[in-house]
Nanobody, 125 residues
Framework: AVQLAESGGGSVQAGGSARLSCAAS????????LGWFRKVPGQEREGVAF????????SYADPVKGRFTISRDSAENTVYLQMTGLKPDDTAMYYC??????????????????WGQGTQVTVSS
């Protein structure tokens, strides 16, 4: 099993930045992908950014390309989501997710094996 512990988030003004962290513990393989999804009330959870822990290959959803950067610390099994140029539309609960076995990018909801508890990001205009 894998446990995901998120940190970061909070409230930020439009145009500002925030950083999320997700520390994975348990059985994390080289073939594991970690990433972030987000959800607003009344909408489906959507993918944001993903990274292949082995070689660092990344994938981003179109709405965040050029603004968000996902990175990893393989030794610590931790991923980071650096968010810049934040917009009110980025307001959501952000969830760390793990696809443990032979993942492909981008991650999709059906491929997620484990979820974090979520951390709220609120962007005010």
């Amino acid at each position: 099993a894998v446990q995901l512990a998120e940190s970061g988030g909070g409230s930020v003004q439009a145009g500002g930045s925030a950083r999320l962290s997700c520390a994975a513990s348990g059985t994390v393989y080289r073939s594991t992908c970690l990433g972030w999804f987000r959800k607003v009330p009344g909408q489906e959870r959507e993918g944001v950014a993903f990274i292949y822990m082995d070689n660092g290959t990344t994938s981003y959803a179109d709405p965040v390309k050029g603004r968000f950067t996902i990175s990893r610390d393989s030794a610590e099994n931790t991923v980071y989501l650096q968010m810049t140029g934040l917009k009110p539309d980025d307001t959501a609960m952000y969830y760390c997710a793990a696809d443990v076995y032979r993942c492909t990018l981008p991650m999709v909801l059906a491929s997620v094996d484990y979820w974090g508890q979520g951390t709220q990001v609120t962007v005010s205009s």
